[in-house]
């Protein structure tokens, strides 16, 4: 990894000591695709992993899955979640399950446990890990939901299954190429991991936070999952999460959703601007990226500096001991941009055994 690949986002210090460094990328762009702001090299392709739920939630209401199952907006807001399996998102899930009837049984992704201690330990009580308490059941849900709305079988894991080639489109559109094309792994719960170079995400979350889209169904479709993550910001991880807390702070004029291994993605919604982020060591502690993303707002003026400062402080809590007491705080540090241009060299180092040419016009499509 070269110098220039990443740039320096945050510190953690505990008392007068410097502990953690977390580096990475940070790229800004609007609707059309223009590159406002690069913070390390924007074409690193990671795979956005469950910050792609959105997307993913246009699909079921676009198909008409949704309605025919009389989904409520909560269920959409669960559909974009990486959820702590919270008792009022496990009332929603077995709620949507049997709308569907089907047990747990049907969802591809692995038993878990819920976040919290003592979640886990009424879990215990009551037999232990469960499918539901993954906190990706709710996309499953809707993948699900879709895939028997079409009668296509439930077999929605299947790259060629019907409903992962409409969630397929729904991408294509908002990157400006066909996602088929990319690079995939697979995902944690058990899907097909997309890697995207993060100029084409940021492009993707400024279009989406705008509900561009061709058609006015896909727009509408759009329009309510936006709808349905503001209204219930609590569904998308838990009970006044830093992400919860960042949607009300802005009044829902800016949306966001996290990804494992330090991405993040958000779109300015009156600005027409999409913001990707990606902390390259992965930021197992889920923090960094929030703070990351309040300064940012700051630096581009998408919020005023001091409303951006505040949010930093309310999405990033001081490190504590284990009575309380508190120890350390994460700086948020970004480095002055220094716009980039995606090279050869770097698409190679980051999407290590795929052709590199065909991903080269990736960052620069012509228009769809």
């Not at 910001?233 to 996290?258: E, M, Q, W, Y």
């Amino acid at each position: 990894m070269s110098a220039g690949d990443v740039v320096e986002l945050a510190r953690v210090w505990r008392g007068p000591v410097v502990e953690s460094v977390h580096h990475g990328v940070v790229v800004v762009a609007d609707t059309g695709g223009t590159l406002r702001h690069a913070w390390g090299d924007p074409g690193w392709a990671p795979t956005p992993r469950s910050a792609l739920k959105p997307f993913q939630a246009v699909a079921l209401v676009e198909s008409g899955a949704a309605d025919a199952l009389g989904l409520t907006d909560e269920h959409i807001a669960l559909a974009c979640a990486s959820h702590h399996a919270q008792p009022f998102q496990m009332a929603l899930i077995g709620d949507w399950l049997g709308r569907l009837g089907l047990t747990e049984d049907a969802l591809v992704c692995g038993p878990a446990l819920p976040r919290s201690l003592e979640d886990q330990t009424a879990a215990f009580a009551h037999g232990g890990p469960r499918r539901i308490f993954n906190n990706c059941s709710g996309k499953h849900c809707g993948f699900l939901s879709v895939a028997k709305h079409l009668n296509a079988g439930l077999d929605y894991a299947n790259p060629d299954h019907p409903a992962q080639k409409l969630y397929r489109d729904v991408l294509s559109e908002f990157i400006g190429v066909d996602a088929g094309k990319l690079p995939v792994g697979g995902d944690g719960c058990g899907l097909p991991a997309i890697a995207v170079p993060m100029g084409l995400m940021a492009k993707a979350a400024a279009r989406f936070g705008a509900a561009q889209a061709v058609t006015a169904e896909r727009r509408a479709a759009v329009r309510r999952v936006l709808n349905a993550m503001t209204a219930y910001p609590d569904h998308l991880a838990s009970k006044d999460s830093p992400l919860a807390r960042l949607i009300r702070f802005t009044d829902g004029n800016v949306v966001a959703k996290t990804g494992a291994e330090g991405y993040l993605l958000a779109a300015v919604r009156d600005r027409g601007i999409g913001i990707a982020i990606k902390v390259a060591d992965g930021d197992a502690s889920g923090r960094a990226k929030m703070g990351v993303l309040a300064r940012i707002l700051g630096r581009i003026n998408a919020l005023p500096v001091q409303e951006a400062e505040l949010m930093i402080a309310a999405v990033e809590p001081a490190i504590t001991d284990s009575n309380g007491k508190e120890v350390g705080k994460v700086e948020i540090t970004v480095q002055p941009p220094k716009p980039t241009e995606p090279t050869k060299a770097s698409l190679g180092f980051w999407l290590a055994g795929t052709p590199v040419e065909p991903i080269v016009e990736f960052l620069n499509p012509s228009p769809r």
